[in-house]
């Protein structure tokens, strides 16, 4: 179960429904975390390690007064593009292709 963070308006329960809803069908960075973990964990373990996340972040914006600033779902293929193609390389040999990456030009 979830504790509140000090001073937040919301409950453990009301963190877990408003995370759900930021969640589904979105293309934001908690929506991106939460395929990322339950993938791995499980769909019930991704919604409270989201929903912590969720408080954190509200917590923050809450503290320094300020606004939220999505990092994107493309987030964590962005931070480290070249262990994401060798992740994606490895894969696709072990399906049996012959991979070649060449860097397309940037304009």
């Given at each position: ?40 964990r ?27 600033a ?8 962005q ?29």
């Amino acid at each position: 179960m979830l504790a509140a963070v000090p001073g937040c308006c919301f409950g453990g329960g009301a963190i877990v429904a408003i995370t759900c809803v930021r969640v589904g069908g979105s293309h934001s960075y908690l929506a991106a975390q939460f395929r990322r973990l339950a993938a791995r964990r499980g769909v019930k373990r991704a919604l409270v390690a989201v929903a912590h996340s969720l408080q954190g972040i509200i917590y923050a914006l809450l503290n320094r007064q300020s606004t939220y600033a999505d990092l994107g779902a493309a987030y964590f293929d962005q931070r480290d593009r070249h262990h994401t193609s060798q992740r994606l390389v490895a894969r696709l040999e072990r399906l049996g292709c012959r991979v070649n990456l060449q860097r397309a030009a940037t304009g």
